[in-house]
């Protein structure tokens, strides 16, 4: 137990599970007064809420502009305030070019880029009211390097980290000190990369120079820096957690 996030409200998109879930336990374990985990489903975040008393689970869906407001309104009445909030929130539908669904498209971008838009547009004017903040957003090594059959979700990744970088400048206008920054996971165990082949799971360690797939506890510790004061100088930056993958 530590206390870098000693007191501070967090909110976690996608916290039910995998790499989400990962970040609200490594934020309660380094003193985080609440951390909101909203996710899409109940089931995943029933056993978190039973498991710990100051976390609050919220069903919401991120691609919904009225639950995305209804939720940051009542956070605003029953908190005061939000210091952290990471965007996690994602889903992976591959295909190559000529294969992919128009629904695919829309349902990546919906999601992944759009569900960070909406939800940071509801809580970030609360950052700049109280004037401070941190706002960790999640995107990919794809988004940086692409990669085959993921047209959708590298778009909707590199439009992660084009809003980052444009967020970081807004954000700060009128003297506020928000930081917003991104990390770009590798490939990470989680019920994402269940999906994926293990022969291509194969490729990619390969391809890592430290010779595995990253845990949801290495992203979850990079997401506690980023928000934590020691990265207080640190905004509108991609801080890549791939173990060194060279596609």
Do not use: H
């Not at 407001?69 to 909030?85: H, N, P, Q, T």
């Amino acid at each position: 137990m530590g206390n870098r996030l000693k007191g501070k409200i967090c909110v976690v998109t996608g916290g039910g599970r995998g790499i989400g879930r990962a970040i609200v336990e490594r934020f309660l374990d380094e003193g985080a007064e609440t951390v909101i985990a909203c996710d899409i489903s109940d089931e995943s975040l029933a056993e978190l809420t039973s498991l710990y008393k100051n976390v609050k689970g919220i069903v919401a869906d991120v691609t919904n502009l009225t639950a995305v407001a209804d939720m940051a309104a009542s956070l605003k009445e029953e908190f005061g305030r939000i210091d952290v909030l990471v965007n996690n929130a994602g889903i992976t539908k591959d295909a190559l070019i000529q294969k992919m669904e128009e629904e695919a498209w829309d349902r990546v971008i919906d999601i992944n880029l759009k569900g960070t838009f909406l939800v940071t547009q509801a809580i970030a004017p609360l950052m700049m009211e109280q004037g401070n903040g941190t706002i960790i957003n999640m995107a990919s090594v794809v988004a940086l390097d692409g990669n085959i059959g993921q047209s959708n979700y590298a778009a909707s990744k590199g439009g992660v980290v084009s809003m980052t970088k444009s967020w970081a400048k807004e954000f700060t206008r009128k003297g506020a000190k928000i930081t917003c920054n991104a990390l770009a996971p590798g490939f990470i165990k989680t019920p994402m990369t269940e999906k994926v082949p293990q022969k291509v799971l194969d490729i990619m360690v390969g391809k890592t120079p430290l010779g595995r797939m990253g845990l949801p506890e290495d992203v979850a510790n990079a997401a506690l820096f980023l928000a934590s004061d020691e990265a207080s100088f640190i905004t509108g930056q991609t801080l890549r957690v791939d173990g060194g993958l060279v596609f």
